[in-house]
DNA sequence: TCAAACCCTCACACTTATGTGATGGTCAAG
DNA sequence: CTTGACCATCACATAAGTGTGAGGGTTTGA
């Protein structure tokens, strides 16, 4: 598929798809003409990228940790040297944290929300 | 406390904490001389600041979810507006999806990390 | 064959969260 | 009274993610 599929399928610009392969996050293979071209797969890894995106990570980040979530775990031992088995410790360890400020304020919010209806609802029954 | 002891208990630049003034995140109130002044309560909620911003939230977002975390739980219904309401439920959804996204990750880079020690134990056990 | 709809690269612009420095006021200790 | 350590505002700077448009090729269908 070229990059306008791809950018329907994941609602993500092209502009954007461009710049996650700058950064290093995806690599499309080219036809003759130049234009890129992407397989199935890449659908599923840009929601990945944007997902983590969203969720706060850099895209530094993002191009390191992304190579230990392929669905055929082959793990490369050569690539993992000390420094990087640390950086994803450290970076693992930050996304429980964020995990954990998540959903603490989530569920403050959502508690909030039902104290709200609890109270339009006595509000309602009681005027 | 003046801002420079609220930076350094919190890990927050002065800088930072005058812009989340500027965004209205927090309000000191001032000293006769116009210095801010802050109390210990202020320690806690830029700390979430920083928690809720770390996770990818905007302080346009931030601004508008802090109110409904006040400790004493009391509801003003006058700021509950019904676009309000809708405003937190989306809010509250995008961070369980964003809970969701982090959680996947996590675990794969967790599990990632406890496939390659695997291999290393085997790897210095089977020489 | 011509137009519409793609694609490419490049470049400038904006926003958000930050850093840094200039310029100047306040205050306490020597 | 001066020095050093605070504080204030203001302005400029930067990195990251993203939008937009210019200038120019390719493909496809009427």
Redesign the interface.
């Given at each position: 598929m070229r990059i306008g599929e791809l950018s329907k399928r994941t609602g993500t610009s092209r502009r954007l798809l461009r710049y996650y392969e700058e950064q290093g996050l995806i690599v499309a293979d080219r036809c003759a003409n130049g234009y890129r071209s992407y397989d199935e797969r890449f659908v599923d890894r840009v929601l990945?990228i944007r997902?983590?995106?969203?969720?706060?990570l850099p895209t530094r980040i993002i191009k390191q940790?992304l190579p230990?979530?392929d669905k055929p775990?082959v793990?490369h031992?050569s690539d993992?040297t000390p420094e990087m088995?640390a950086t994803?410790?450290r970076?693992?360890d930050r996304?429980?944290?964020?995990?954990a400020?998540?959903?603490r304020?989530?569920d403050?919010?959502?508690?909030?929300?039902d104290?709200?209806r609890a109270?339009d609802r006595q509000?309602a029954t009681t005027p």
């Open positions: 990945q997902g983590l995106l969203e969720a706060g940790i230990c979530l775990r793990i031992f993992a088995l994803l410790e970076e693992r996304m429980t944290e964020r995990i400020c998540l959903t304020n989530r403050a919010v959502a508690e909030y929300l104290a709200v109270g509000a």
